[in-house]
């Protein structure tokens, strides 16, 4: 038999020792699976070395709608984003490739182009990703890496062939569709968001109120996840994705909760409202359906405005969820939009076109771990296709290793690139240039734009019925692009002409063997005369799917504006 200890003190000392060596135990078993403890002000969570990570990304929302990134419109509204702008780093030339709602989503669950992708609208495979690209994207690795995953609201883009959908995927789901659908406003119409109606789950979330607007929903389904991750999978580290379908239209669907926000208000137009700032424009951006949707009135201005309020106060509530559940010092935040919007800028609407308005998103990323990247802005080109690289880098996931677990894929990388290098210095570089294309409507509108931190090459390359190629250079200083300045600086072109032919080559190499996608750089080649090609090709590959064979968006019959001066006619072939 063991004798006792002798003294009160030995008792201690074996007490206080016994403590250390299971505490030591414990540490040692954690490191080894990358994990540390970490005492949250209320209590002691079991947290991962990796960030958890919060991507809320909009419909329509163009670079300069939240007001601390605005110097025209004096009364916008967006406390809770213009403190996420103070908080992490804002990105300059954020562009999307695609910038149309279903063809750039597809680029940001996948990280590849659309000429890689093949989805975009007027396709055979209409809005759809292989299965082998959705299975590279940041859904299945993060899972399999370890997160524990929830996606809401808006996909617009289904993988083709996948049996049981995206939803499987995730570890919780309130997506609107489980396919390819662009959902509505309210929740009731959204059967397919299950998570919100599993169990009456709505009825334990806020006011109660089962059709509850979705951009409000989402932030209580957020929150709702967050804590559910906090309290009962502390071990994991979460990726919360939540989609807002604002502010696309119907822009009369905003939360009645802020009607009266915008009240006694005056609307501020920008700058380049109206079609006498596109007097300068080629005659082929007349011929879409941009050009078609242009006027913007005062109700329009105010109801938009409102629907991003909204997705403001969404993001206030999840980042005030993170501090009360005591993980917002390891939880990136990345906020952006699936394309811009025109607001009648050039007199245009809708999105789709390679200018600023069209193209361009804001992009915010809240690193806490960066202090030297808070408060400050980037310059460097980045984009929709730099999603997945950056969440896999924030995962410990060596993205530049193509994912092939089956032995199917191939050596399949990911054309964007992790921003987290920018974080530490903005000087970087991590493109030496991007893409936008618009590849799908009309054949006279599809151009093909390369963009570098200083400079925006447009070419519109449909050379047919009597329309000539045509080129527009645009520096970073111009925001609103009111001055095409490509005669004034050939040395630029010769090197911005050197890019965009390597891409060329890069697309042909890259281009998915779907919908002729691989045949697109030989009509993109600069110089060429279209006229001097079959016809029935050209069709066929500009607009495999088109409901009407047309030149343009309506009638064929462009809509330039009083006093252009550039029109073109339009010719037989």
């Excluded at 569709?177 to 397919?192: F, I, K, L």
Aim: with cysteine.
């Amino acid at each position: 038999m063991e004798a006792p200890l002798a003294s009160y003190s030995w008792r201690l000392f074996y007490m206080r020792f016994s403590g250390y060596v299971f505490v030591l135990a414990l540490c040692l078993e954690i490191g080894a699976q990358g994990q540390v403890l970490k005492v949250l002000g209320r209590k002691t969570q079991v947290q991962t070395e990796r960030p958890n990570i919060v991507f809320m990304l909009c419909d329509d929302m163009r670079y300069d709608r939240i007001a601390a990134l605005n110097s025209w419109d004096a009364d916008l509204q967006t406390p809770h984003l213009d403190q996420l702008v103070s908080d992490g780093m804002n990105f300059t030339r954020a562009y999307d490739t695609t910038p149309i709602c279903s063809a750039s989503r597809g680029q940001v669950f996948t990280g590849l182009y659309e000429f890689s992708t093949g989805c975009n609208f007027n396709r055979e495979n209409e809005k759809k990703i292989t299965i082998d690209d959705w299975q590279g994207g940041y859904a299945v690795r993060l899972r399999a890496a370890g997160y524990r995953t929830a996606f809401g609201g808006k996909e617009h883009c289904q993988v083709y062939n996948y049996t049981g959908g995206k939803k499987q995927d995730f570890d919780r789901w309130f997506g609107f569709s489980n396919g390819s659908g662009d959902g509505n406003y309210w929740m009731d119409s959204n059967p397919n968001a299950s998570w919100w109606f599993e169990n009456d789950h709505w009825a334990s979330l806020g006011d109660g109120v089962r059709n509850e607007h979705e951009t409000y929903a989402q932030a209580l389904l957020g929150q709702a996840f967050i804590k559910e991750c906090v309290q009962q999978h502390s071990e994991q580290p979460f990726m919360l994705s939540l989609n807002f379908k604002a502010p696309h239209s119907p822009l009369s669907e905003f939360d009645p909760r802020y009607a009266s926000v915008y009240d006694g208000t005056e609307i501020d137009r920008s700058p380049n409202d109206g079609l006498a700032s596109a007097l300068h424009l080629p005659p082929q951006a007349f011929c879409g359906r941009t050009a078609f949707k242009g006027g913007w009135s005062d109700t329009s201005a105010d109801q938009y405005n409102t629907l991003i309020y909204g997705i403001d106060a969404c993001v206030g509530m999840v980042r005030a969820e993170l501090e009360a559940q005591g993980v917002a010092d390891n939880t990136i935040v990345i906020f952006m939009s699936d394309n811009g919007y025109f607001r009648n800028s050039k007199g245009f609407g809708d999105k789709v076109y390679a200018y600023e308005e069209g193209s361009r998103t804001p992009m915010i990323v809240y690193d806490p771990r960066k202090p030297v990247s808070h408060g400050q802005s980037c310059g460097a080109v980045v984009g929709n296709i730099d999603v997945v690289p950056t969440m896999l880098d924030l995962a410990g996931v060596d993205y530049k290793v193509a994912y092939d677990p089956d032995g199917t894929i191939g050596n399949r990388g990911y054309h964007g690139r992790s921003i987290l290098p920018l974080l530490e210095n903005p000087a970087l570089d991590i493109h030496d240039s991007m893409l936008v294309m618009d590849i799908w409507n009309s054949r006279a509108e599809q151009h093909l734009a390369l963009i570098t931190r200083e400079w925006k090459y447009i070419h519109w390359f449909y050379s047919a019925n009597g329309f000539s190629q045509s080129e527009e250079l645009y520096h970073k200083d111009d925001t609103f692009e009111n001055s095409n300045v490509k005669a004034a600086n050939p040395v630029v072109m010769t090197d911005l002409y050197s890019k965009y032919d390597a891409w060329l080559a890069q697309w042909t190499s890259d281009a998915t063997t779907r919908d002729r996608y691989a045949d697109y750089p030989e009509l993109m080649e600069r110089g060429l005369n279209m006229s001097t090609l079959v016809e029935a090709d050209v069709k066929a590959v500009m607009s495999p799917k088109a409901t009407a064979d047309y030149i343009v968006h309506s009638e064929n019959t462009p809509n330039y504006p009083v006093g252009y001066t550039n029109q073109v006619t339009i010719g037989s072939w």
